[in-house]
């Protein structure tokens, strides 16, 4: 029961960016558009996945002082080798993902999860921990991504919503539309979550 | 959960093992996949060039062409009886909001643009518009002869897009240095 919560807690208790708000960058950054988000999210349980598997197990061996460095080289080895892996075996995928996958390297949820998480725990729990963080990143992802597109562009993965020539706003897919969205989602988030707790007291 | 101590030097060699490790690592897999990923670029370029020549294009030669100093080449698509169907080129701006924009352009027999495939980092959404249908129809079968390479905004017929006229100005500019080079070719290439 306590590896299934490991699973479930990055949906929402822990939710990586409207909850602990790390990886604000490609938050930010590539959400103007549902599919682009999609992309990113999945790259990122890819690589997350399998740092926290490599990291729970290096655990042992990994001196405190130097946990930083080992961490930043097996992430950047793994987002290097998924990147190559990917491009030569399905092309397709990669001409998709292919401007994510190099930008995971710097995303702090990656290494925010190896500190917090998959360096004191087993390989399942990690294995579990990155999937659940990763499909709870997705999610917040492809939501901003959803209203920037459909208010901004007037699609949702690329279809069309409104009519073709109706008028968008366009700061919605630029980056000021991006912080404005991501203030607005946080705001309901918390809302939500202050209205749960009132109930139970 | 206690963490055993290491010593400076223990320090010294699970690190260096660990970045050994990554590196032969990394140098595996790069072996293993340079020669798929070398045919999947070589594929995706040779899509793109059939994607952008007219209809109909069976065999695709290379001509090579100085142009201002430069060699540059030019595919020339045949059909299947060897007649001239159109010729591709590339064509270079860093007129774009994000930086260098690279055009493929297909041209049909009499250097009217037929298609063209972009490589581009211009704003996802705005810019990136010059991928699209929309912008991008306009320009079929257009030439230098019966169109002007510009914006409205600048005196040509180029419908921009909204909100992204400096992409579509750079757009415009590479069409226009790349059909001034296609006449250079076909002049000297009767």
């Known amino acids: 029961m306590k590896l299934l919560n490991e699973l479930f807690k990055g949906l929402w208790k822990e939710h990586p960016t409207f909850r602990i708000v790390l990886g604000m960058c490609p938050t930010l950054a590539i959400t103007n558009r549902a599919i682009n988000s999609f992309g990113m999210g999945v790259s990122v349980i890819f690589v997350l996945v399998g740092s926290n598997i490599v990291i729970s197990m290096l655990r042992t061996i990994t001196p405190d002082k130097i946990r930083i460095p080992i961490f930043i080289v097996v992430i950047s080895t793994f987002v290097t080798v998924t990147d190559l892996t990917v491009h030569a075996v399905a092309p397709g995928v990669h001409t998709a993902l292919g401007i994510f996958l190099p930008l995971i390297v710097v995303n702090c949820i990656i290494i925010g999860r190896a500190e917090a998480f998959a360096q004191k725990n087993t390989v399942l ?12 990143f997705t999610w917040g992802l492809v939501i901003i991504g959803t209203i920037r ?3 901004g562009s007037g ?3 690329g279809m ?4 073709k020539d109706a008028p968008t706003a366009i700061m919605m897919i630029l980056p000021a539309g991006g912080f404005i969205t991501l203030g607005v989602v946080l705001a309901v988030m918390n809302k939500i979550e202050s209205l749960k707790t009132e109930k139970k007291s | 959960m206690a963490k055993k101590e290491f010593t400076s030097v223990q320090i010294f060699i699970i690190l260096i093992g660990i970045c050994v490790v990554s590196s032969a690592v990394l140098a595996w897999v790069y072996n293993v996949t340079k020669n798929p990923i070398a045919e999947v670029e070589a594929k995706k370029k040779q899509d793109a060039l059939r994607s952008v020549l007219p209809a109909g294009t069976e065999k ?4 090579q062409f100085k142009y201002k100093g430069k ?18 080129f590339e064509s270079e701006t860093d007129k774009g909001y994000g930086g260098t924009i690279l055009f493929l352009i297909g041209v049909n027999a ?5 298609a063209f495939v972009a490589d581009q980092k211009e704003t996802p959404g705005l810019g990136s518009n010059i991928t699209s249908e929309k912008f991008g129809s306009q320009f079929k079968g257009k030439g230098l002869h019966n169109f002007r390479f510009k914006v409205m905004k600048d005196g040509g017929d180029v419908q921009a897009i909204t909100a992204a006229t400096i992409s579509s100005r750079a757009a415009c500019d590479a069409f226009q240095k790349g059909l001034e080079m296609f006449e250079e070719f076909k002049k000297s290439h009767k």
């Open chain 1, 160 to 163: 069309q919503v409104f009519a």
């Open chain 1, 149 to 151: 597109e459909i208010l």
């Open chain 2, 110 to 114: 009499i250097g009217e643009i037929n």
């Open chain 2, 71 to 88: 060699d540059v080449e030019i595919q020339v698509g045949f059909d299947k009886n060897g007649a001239i169907t159109g010729y591709a």
């Open chain 2, 60 to 63: 695709i030669e290379v001509r």
């Open chain 1, 125 to 136: 729990a990690s294995a579990l921990d990155g999937i659940g963080m990763g499909i709870g």
């Open chain 1, 155 to 157: 699609t949702w993965f």
